[in-house]
């Protein structure tokens, strides 16, 4: 998955469906690579909410706060599924105390990104088994209905037929008649 600057760490598919109802269905697909989950200070994702993200109201979780910028930092922490930059993806910063606990705070970060993704991809699956039904249902429904055009212009040809048959039957039937009317004529006139 290509990087892309200013974006978020995600890449949006679109599926097209063979049914109007699955039509350009977007797929979201996490990125959970190392970069990431431990983006760097010079990341090309962006990762901090903007202003929209935030909540509109603040629970009482965020009673203690003093200020908003201290609620919105408590939230980011909490809340905010993506990792901060300037993670550390191994060990090798644990040599304070303040490291180590930064790198314990970008672990779960991550985790709790990975936990988002999760749901996140549980949904899209959800969606797609949705989309397939649709499309199993509609393709059903396709030859339910080729079947009963099949059967009508079945009905259709052997009304034709049977109409056909019933005209030549009662042509026979008039020249027969006609001929028989023809032959008595001729006998009342010969005697």
């Given at each position: 998955?290509?990087e892309?600057?200013?974006?978020?760490?995600?890449?949006?598919?679109?599926?097209?469906g063979?049914?109007?109802?699955?039509?350009?269905?977007?797929?979201?697909?996490?990125?959970?690579?190392?970069?990431?989950?431990?983006?760097?200070?010079?990341?090309?994702?962006?990762?901090?909410?903007?202003?929209?993200?935030?909540?509109?109201?603040?629970?009482?979780?965020?009673?203690?706060?003093?200020?908003?910028?201290?609620?919105?930092?408590?939230w980011?922490?909490?809340?905010?599924?993506?990792?901060k930059?300037?993670?550390?993806?191994?060990?090798?910063?644990?040599?304070?105390?303040?490291?180590?606990?930064?790198?314990?705070d970008?672990?779960?970060?991550?985790?709790k990104?990975?936990?988002?993704?999760?749901?996140?991809?549980?949904?899209?699956?959800?969606?797609?088994?949705?989309?397939?039904?649709?499309?199993?249902?509609s393709?059903?429904?396709?030859?339910a209905?080729?079947?009963?055009?099949?059967?009508?212009?079945?009905?259709?040809?052997?009304?034709d037929?049977?109409?056909?048959?019933?005209?030549?039957?009662?042509?026979?039937?008039?020249?027969?008649?006609?001929?028989?009317?023809?032959?008595?004529?001729?006998?009342?006139?010969?005697?």
């Amino acid at each position: 998955m290509a990087e892309i600057a200013g974006k978020k760490p995600q890449q949006t598919l679109y599926i097209q469906g063979a049914t109007t109802g699955s039509a350009e269905t977007a797929i979201r697909l996490p990125n959970t690579t190392l970069a990431a989950l431990f983006p760097t200070e010079g990341t090309v994702f962006e990762l901090d909410p903007q202003e929209a993200d935030y909540p509109t109201q603040w629970s009482s979780d965020y009673a203690g706060c003093t200020s908003e910028a201290a609620r919105r930092a408590k939230w980011r922490d909490e809340c905010w599924p993506y990792p901060k930059a300037g993670a550390h993806a191994d060990g090798s910063c644990l040599r304070t105390r303040k490291q180590a606990e930064r790198f314990l705070d970008d672990i779960d970060q991550a985790m709790k990104y990975l936990l988002a993704s999760n749901t996140t991809l549980g949904a899209q699956v959800q969606r797609m088994e949705i989309m397939e039904k649709n499309i199993v249902t509609s393709q059903g429904n396709t030859q339910a209905s080729e079947s009963v055009i099949r059967d009508a212009d079945m009905a259709k040809a052997m009304t034709d037929y049977v109409k056909s048959n019933v005209l030549s039957q009662s042509a026979s039937a008039m020249l027969a008649q006609a001929n028989q009317h023809a032959s008595r004529v001729m006998s009342l006139l010969q005697s």
